[in-house]
């Protein structure tokens, strides 16, 4: 009965509530955006309406304006940082009778908006439809007796300005679209209605109105006693005419007035349909809160005018699996709703064409279908700034392709995506160095089987985050910096150069690395379709390696480079507008001095007596001055880390930075934060992504690890590394990173306990892999299917996340051989009697390459035991191994006492020295020592396992230090 009993527990404590990944969260309000001071009469106000829609992770904004065409990046980018979205959707309703306010007052309106809609989430369910009724549309492009298309306002003897017959000039889809949010009490929250038709009824008005759009709005809300916001968005009314049209005045003094009484009758008979769908719609008691989202733009020149070059961007959005929309800014012609519907509507999906939907690039326009395009009429062949012939349908098949690539349907997509599991259960965006990345298998040489990534940059573009490093064949993207995809890249010829580094400029990507100074361009790196843009540039006065970028505010662009133990770090300004040729002199701006600067020195604890590599460039801007960031002494050592010069010009001269290295990880168990990339993500937070070491098989043996950066009050650069090696959240929204590490506080409860195996090499034995050390390791005899590993904690204690860190032992693995990349399946069992096992993660059918996978439970499991077994027959590729098994949580007992005794000697004879000793703490397992330049800003630190004494040379040799020390154990930390 104790074993059952101990079952239950284990299994009780994965047993998880709903939460905000299984269900809908939603938002959404309603303000006012009458100009204040309007120039014309109003005669009905106009709104801005929003809605925030979130499900698993993902989340999105919509904000219908009653205004006839707004795009708006600045502000678009703002809220998507403030309010932390994937993406913002700007939908006016096309109004030929609108004003638009000044622009600083109605950003202040829509901001107001989203505020009150993220302020009032709730949870929801959704459900949606359409519903075909007799027309209030028609195309206004007609065909006439001379083969020619023209405009429904041009009468003859057969055709009229006006529709009272309802005569179906077509093609027309004469069906409203519904998309409900019901609260979980079943009351209708929010309603988005789609309809394609120009809100032209008073087509020249002289007047403020929404036009039919707003009389159909606010019917609708009227008929729920307005307790909902109902949403407009157009569909492709680019040619699609109200069936209602009042002449129109000629002038703001012209004394006829405008006829309201055909706006109000096509507002209440459109509002009548969107009521009666709303209350038939009903959500699927089987669907699961989910939203899945794919951004894309294509380039486009013009019809006629063939300077224009319109970058369009388009997103297809899923809601549930079930609806399906595709969002087009522009003008979209009706056939392409007409098509899209088609495509899904067979296979039970729900379908919806958002046009007059914009969410980046430029405005297109109208946006004609081929065959419209050939018979003509406005907006078909003549109009404002029309793009080449065929740009929707491009656009949509485009929508097409992208949706199945979003669902995964693609075999391609199945087979090459490479993003880390999520865990069984999960807590999102939860992460540990080393990042957990498909790391490819090198380059077959002389040397033995073994992963590479080092010298990484990474940008934001386009609403996700792109991640490049050395030897990597493609690179990676991610929505949150958590969850990482592969994409393959085979249009970079030079892909396999190293350091890589990318510039973000005029809504493109640009690629450069070393030696061969090519250089690409993407304005999508989604997708492998990047471009030689044959540069003018060459590399001045020395060297060819570890290239940056930097544009500063002012548009300049500049490129740094430099990797040498004797040569310095240069800089030169390019002219992007001519292929980045060099403009002026090259400037030698970095010189070696270690002798002054003991962490320049080369070798495992800076004792080789000689420079060191200073390498990797990446200059930072911030607050007027430029940060200029260089790695020293070497990739394969521990104390490989960043240092920075400072100065008020690009080009220097530049100053060193006392409190260097900045960026620094010598301890711990994977050490080395060097040649690394600073970056801003969308919320405005910094972060350093860096090599980190291995360097056992090979020196070049690395990995990446991700950093959090923030900047003192006194604007000095400073980064978290000591903690990053346990779990530790990525934000979703601005944080003081100064005050704040992002550590989860779960405490490494595996280190040094007893471990047994199923079988082990000679010099790889069981103990290795909980060693916290990734430079040696635990291997099974064997790849054998049922090979296991074991870890004992002395006691049962709370246990909230484990990394499997493989060490692939005795691979026969590399780059050009026909597996790059390698998965394994695996279990692992928790007891607290050593007897009675329960599955705690099942991996038997894993097929993603995570080698360093971190798993997480949303509830802390009460364990004693571990183990973990090896469920996939690998012997034809090597053996079952770990590097480590680490095992994170709360030990449920006391911290360790203070250290007592702690000195500081410093080296008489090289002040670059330092040697610190103290007594062994009772109950400590290890201790952190924490170092700077500044008695109340010690922001340098080294972890210690074990001893209770550390040497270390990386110190300044003019400089006066301050120290301080702390112990640990499985408890926490004792300051």
Known sequence: MKHLCLTLLIA??????????????????????????????????????????????????????????????PLAEALKKQFDLTEIYFCPQHTHSSERAPNEWLNVRITEVMQQASEGMFEAVVSGGHRYFPQLSFNRLILREDGRARESWLGDEHYRAVNPERIPHGPVDNAVGIIKFDDISGKTRAVIMNYACHPDVAWNNFEISGDYVGYATKYTEEAFDNQLNCLFVQGGGGNQAPLFKDGGR???????????????????????????????????????????????????????????????????????????????????????????????????????????????????????????????????????????????????????????????????????????????????????????????????????????????????????????????????????????????????????????????????????????????????????????????????????????????????????????????????????????????????LITHNYLKYGWEEKGPTNNLGKDGYNEGPCMLKYKGKYYLQYAAPGTEVRVYGDGIYTSDSPLGPYVYEESNPFSFKPGGFIGGAGHGHTFKDKYGNFWHVASMTISVRHIFERRLGLFPVYFTDDNKIAEHTVMTDHPFEIPTKKIDFQKNDLSLGWNILSFDKPATASSSLPNFEALLANDEKVETWWSAATGNKGEWWQVDLGKAMEVSALQVNFADNDFNLAADSHLSYFYYQYSVEGSTDGRSWTQIVDRKDNVTDAPHELITFAKPLVIRYL??????????????????????????????????????????????????????????????IRWGTDKNSLRNAVMVMGANNYEAGFFNRDSKYYFSIESFNENGIKK
């Open 867 to 928: 183990r973990i077994i090896n469920q996939r027959d690998i012997s034809k590729y090597g053996k079952f191994s770990l590097f480590d098994f680490r095992v994170f949580g709360h030990g449920k007992g006391n911290k360790p006492a203070s250290v007592r005794n702690f000195k500081a000697v410093r080296n008489n004879a090289d002040a670059r020295r330092f040697r610190f000793t103290w007594d062994k703490a009772d109950n400590a397992v290890g201790y952190i």
């Open 250 to 588: 000629q002038s703001p003094d012209d004394p006829r007035p405008s006829n309201y009484d055909l706006i109000d009758r096509m507002g209440k008979l459109l509002s009548i349909e969107a009521v009666k769908l709303t209350n038939e719609l009903y959500p699927n008691p089987h669907d699961r809160a989910d939203i899945k989202v794919k951004t894309d733009s294509l380039f486009f020149t013009g019809r006629f005018d063939k300077s224009l070059n319109v970058n369009v961007h388009f997103s297809v959005i899923t809601l549930n699996n079930r609806y399906v929309i595709a969002t087009v800014p522009g003008e979209p012609f009706i056939k392409f709703q007409i098509d899209w519907k088609r495509e899904f509507q067979p296979y039970g999906l729900v379908p919806f064409l958002f046009g007059y939907t914009w969410n980046g690039g430029k405005w297109p326009v109208y946006l004609p279908d081929i065959r419209s395009s050939a018979y003509g009429g406005y907006g078909a062949d003549h109009g404002p700034d029309l793009i080449e012939i065929g740009a929707g349908e491009k656009i949509m098949l485009r929508q097409l392709e992208n949706y199945y690539h979003l669902t995964k349907v693609y075999k391609e997509d199945i087979v090459s995506s490479q993003p880390s599991q999520p865990s069984q259960p999960s807590q999102p965006r939860i992460v540990a160095n080393p990042m957990n990345l498909n790391y490819r298998f090198a380059v077959k040489d002389n040397s033995t089987s073994r992963r590479e990534a080092a010298d990484p940059v990474c940008e934001y573009f386009k609403g996700k985050y792109y991640l490049f490093a050395s030897k990597s064949g493609g690179y990676w993207t991610s929505p949150d910096l958590a969850e990482w995809t592969y994409i393959p890249c085979k249009t970079i010829d030079l892909i396999e150069q190293y350091a890589p580094t990318v510039l973000v400029m005029d809504d493109a990507m640009y690629y450069i690395s070393s030696g061969n100074p090519k250089i690409y361009k993407s304005t999508d790196p989604s997708r492998d379709e990047w471009v030689d843009i044959n540069a003018k540039f060459q590399f001045q006065l020395t060297g060819n390696t570890d290239p940056c970028f930097f544009r500063d505010d002012d548009g300049k662009v500049y490129i740094y480079w430099g990797c040498s133990d004797k040569d310095p770090i240069i800089g030169v300004e390019v002219d992007p507008t001519d292929g980045f040729k060099v403009i002026g002199e090259a400037k030698i």
């Open 12 to 73: 009780a404590s994965l047993t998880t509530t709903v939460t905000a990944a299984d269900r809908f969260l939603v938002g959404t309000a309603k303000i006012n955006i009458t100009p204040p001071k309007p120039k014309y009469p109003v005669h009905d106000s106009i709104f801005a309406r929003s809605l925030i829609i979130e499900a698993g992770g993902v989340r999105i904004a919509f904000v219908a304006l009653d205004l006839g065409g707004y795009t708006n990046i």
